[in-house]
């Protein structure tokens, strides 16, 4: 029996809401590209997270955090893909489709833009060391050691990955609604900017970060 389990909702609630690196690649992608950019972002964060659930059981998400080697290589990776994204928006023209999608917002999208929305997504979170702490630090507290510990890490995990679904698709849901007035070219492009600083500043401060 998971121990406080109304406790840990309310905790991985929050750590899921408050905007942090997925909130803005989805919101990048949703906005430039459409909602299925942004459910394709949330498929490759979903799918990290399954990932890293499953190094969670295998015992090796363990050996990572504990490794100050594996944990700074993953972390200056992470670190050097969010710059890398920062310096991409900051360097993203406005997109000569803009004016088309306010009146259609039915264009097609390219095939490729959906693949590197997914790429963007499952990679950000597989090098993201925070979402490797929590399966580390913040599930073991909750789980009972008397009883079998897979099924309440599964639990557990099942719980933060249906908590993010939610949230994510109702976030694409809602920049949706809203996409026609940032796809105008001068809100696109201060848009573009600020995403790319925020994800530049995020990158820095990765890399900074000290271990827990």
């Known amino acids: 029996m998971i121990e406080n389990l109304w406790v840990f909702v309310m905790i991985a609630t929050l750590i899921v809401v408050i905007p942090g690196v997925d909130f803005l690649l989805v919101t990048k992608n949703t906005l430039n590209f459409g909602k299925n950019a942004g459910h394709f972002t949330t498929l490759g964060i979903i799918l990290a997270l399954f990932i890293w659930t499953l190094l969670a059981v295998l015992g090796l998400a363990t050996v990572v955090a504990s490794s100050i080697v594996l944990f700074t290589i993953i972390k200056y990776l992470g ?100 996409r026609a007035w940032f796809l105008r070219p001068s809100v696109q492009s201060v848009f573009n900017k600020i995403t790319g600083i925020v994800l530049i500043s995020l990158g820095v401060k990765l890399a900074f970060e000290r271990q827990a």
């Open 79 to 178: 670190a050097l893909y969010l710059i890398w994204l920062g310096i991409q928006a900051l360097l993203a023209k406005k997109s000569s489709m803009g004016d088309l999608l306010i009146k259609d917002q039915h264009i097609q999208i390219p095939e490729k833009t959906y693949r590197h929305c997914f790429t963007q997504g499952i990679v950000t979170d597989l090098l993201n060391p925070k979402t490797l702490l929590l399966y580390v630090t913040l599930m073991p507290q909750f789980i009972n050691t008397d009883a079998a510990v897979t099924p309440q890490l599964l639990m557990l995990a099942a719980i933060l990955i249906a908590i993010s679904i939610i949230w994510l698709v109702l976030v694409v849901y809602i920049l949706n609604i809203i």
